[in-house]
């Protein structure tokens, strides 16, 4: 799979000029709207993290590959809708979306229930754009303690989708220090198109899709 390979040697470069070492950033291969044919073969070449930002396409698709593939770990890193939860409970592997008390609390009961409390990351609405879901960073801090101390969320770090007309860079570099004053080590955070940006800026994890992929089927 020569799209997952190329990723594979500009994550390494990012890195080695980010003086950081390649096996601490995670790479989500972010499969949505994406043929079946082309997630079997990145399957084949040995990759099993991936992310899907719809639970009932996920729902869908993943409980055959799970079949078929062993160890797959599988993020949610679109939009959490309450009445989803549950069922994004028993799908994912890790989820990258809380952004609301109500989402925050249903996700505890799910992992009481299911006895599988799933790393969470919180979501940070970085250029405060109406239409996106996410945390404003004015409300970060007291939303991350909520989500820790009032709901025992296992929370691992945040998440951002920069607005797409911005320089990525000063998004990055929000989520990060906000990240750093609440004591989070993990940083969702770079797409198809600045990956290697969000790693100057310390990404841990990336969500790249049609980089690996090729471009989507219109949904
Ligand atoms: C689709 C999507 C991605 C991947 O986008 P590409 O530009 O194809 O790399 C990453 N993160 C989220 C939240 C997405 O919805």
Known sequence: MSGLDDI??????AAAKAGRDPVDITLVAVSKEQPLDRIESVLESGHRIFGEN??????????????RFENIELHL???????????????????????????ARRLAAGFERTGRPLPCFIQINTGEEPQKSGCLPGDADTFIARCRDEFGLPVAGLMCIPPFDEDPSQHFALLAEIAERNGLAKLSMGMSSDFET??????????????????????
């Open 8 to 13: 594979h040697a500009r994550i390494k470069a």
């Open 54 to 67: 719809r639970v009932q396409e996920a729902a869908d698709k993943w409980p055959d590959f799970r079949k």
């Open 77 to 103: 890193v679109g939009p959490l809708q309450s009445n989803k939860v549950n069922e994004a409970v028993e799908l994912f592997d890790v989820i990258h979306s809380v952004d609301r008390d109500r989402i």
């Open 198 to 219: 969000a790693i100057a800026h310390g990404a841990t994890h990336i969500r790249v899709g049609s980089a690996i992929f090729g471009e989507r089927k219109t949904p």
